[in-house]
């Protein structure tokens, strides 16, 4: 059974929430031994009850029955969509099912169609598609709709509830795993740790529209007192700290000398040049990620630490004409999801000749990062080799 927290946040307004333990791969790709938590909400009004998303699909059973416990679902009058990607619309199906089809569905005029080709529901779903700025008065409440598209997708929505100063915000300003609490109350680096992950994985392509949607928040000059994401931790102590964050994460804000390390080595000849890197810097300023024949690091771990890097160090041995396939993949994601402006240091190892050098260059050329030496060398990295990258750690230090 997994854990699923139900309490009223404020007036009426109750979060539902399932700590997803049993998922190993988010999106079927970035691993989260941390897990994950699916946030849903219920505001019950002035006579109308209001249901905000839903949790995964796996979890169906669970989330009517957490629902019975606040409501008839037959009474449930609207739903808002802030976002439609299964992990919040997967249990959309059955509550309206089990709703008789009465509830009126507000989302992006996206998301209409998104839940139609997921679930086949269009022709029985009273779907509305929100204006941007469109309200919903419900008496002492009042609903303002927000378009924030690409936070994860184009259907997102943030809905600003004017009275209580509480902002739904979909994916945004939430993170992986599962804490132990609901809201942001005493100690939280290793939250923003995973709140740091959940963007680069998972938002990171479209890491511009955080910025553009914070500014378009602030631009409104609205009091922001609560913020209620999909995931993760509600913040209600200081809204302000989760924004910043989000758009320093965005903007690639780095952390004076910190340097990020992945590396591959299939028999300890990039390994050898490595160890003589980490042994010259700072301890407390490097993070390092391996793919050994004793190691496999976590790929989704090692793009979380490329945002606030000021250096990126790849050493990559060639393999069969190519770069090393874990380090070609993380290249690749480096491209796709961790697109920042960061120098880099390549380092290659080859056995009859180099090719990984090549290949991690060209996968990098039309991105921000910024290769700004290569050392390649035959075999392992004697004493010259060593050289050679003690002075190009000279020059990008
Ligand atoms: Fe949590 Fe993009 O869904």
Redesign the pocket.
Known sequence: MPRIWVEEITKGLYVLRVDDDRVKSF?AIWDLPEG?T?NAYLLKTDGKTILFDGWKRSYEAEFIETLKGLTRIEDIDYIILH?T????SGTLPKVLELNGYRAKVFGHPVAGRLVNGFYGIGDKMDFHAIADGEELKLGSRTLKFLHTPWL??PD?ICTYMVEDGILFT??AF?GFSMPDKLFDDGELDEYLHYVKKYIVN??GHYKEHISKSIDKLSGMNIEIRMIAP??GLIWKNDTHKIIEYYRDIAEGKAKKGKVLIVYSSMYGFVEGAIDHIIAKLPKDSVKVFKFTDMEQDSISDALAEVPDSELIILGASTYEAGAFPMMEFFARQLAHKANYKKSVLMISSYGWGGAAARVIKNILSETNFEIRDTVEYRGRADEPILHEIDKSLDKLS
């Open positions: 999106e994950a699916y976002h990607e299964p992990d919040h994860h997708w997102t979909g994916d939430g998972v938002v999909l995931h």
